[in-house]
């Protein structure tokens, strides 16, 4: 089955950086379109980030768009996200997600940008 864990979150000071990874397995990872959604605390799931099967096409939320770089490594199944410039509304939970939809998602990892 779809299995997708994440890591690297934790607390950084507004302009500070974050590098989240996502290790996946159980399906065609390299065959597979991947995204980043992220939910703020009492909001709903908000998409951030998709990237394309062969890494050729990224696509960016207007709200990280230059701030936060994707991309993957299809030879160790891997997702990142590279996330620059944080501020505190990009607090929340980061999950790495199979497609746009944010479903099937990993259990997820916390971003809390606070000074």
């Known amino acids: 089955q779809v299995q997708l864990v994440e890591s690297g979150g934790g607390l950084v000071q507004p302009g500070g950086s974050l590098r989240l990874s996502c290790a996946a397995s159980g399906f065609s990872f390299g065959y597979s379109r991947m995204d980043w959604v992220r939910q703020a605390p009492g909001k709903g799931l908000e998409w951030v980030s998709g990237?394309?099967?062969?890494?050729?096409?990224?696509y960016y939320a207007d709200s990280v768009k230059g701030r936060f770089t994707i991309s993957r490594d299809n030879a160790k199944n891997m997702l990142f996200l590279q996330m620059n410039s944080l501020k505190p509304e990009d607090t929340g939970v980061y999950y790495c997600?199979?497609?746009?939809?944010?479903?099937?998602r990993g259990q997820g990892t916390q971003v809390t940008v606070s000074s």
């Open positions: 990237i394309s099967s062969f890494g050729i096409s990224t």
């Open positions: 997600a199979k497609g746009p939809t944010g479903s099937p």
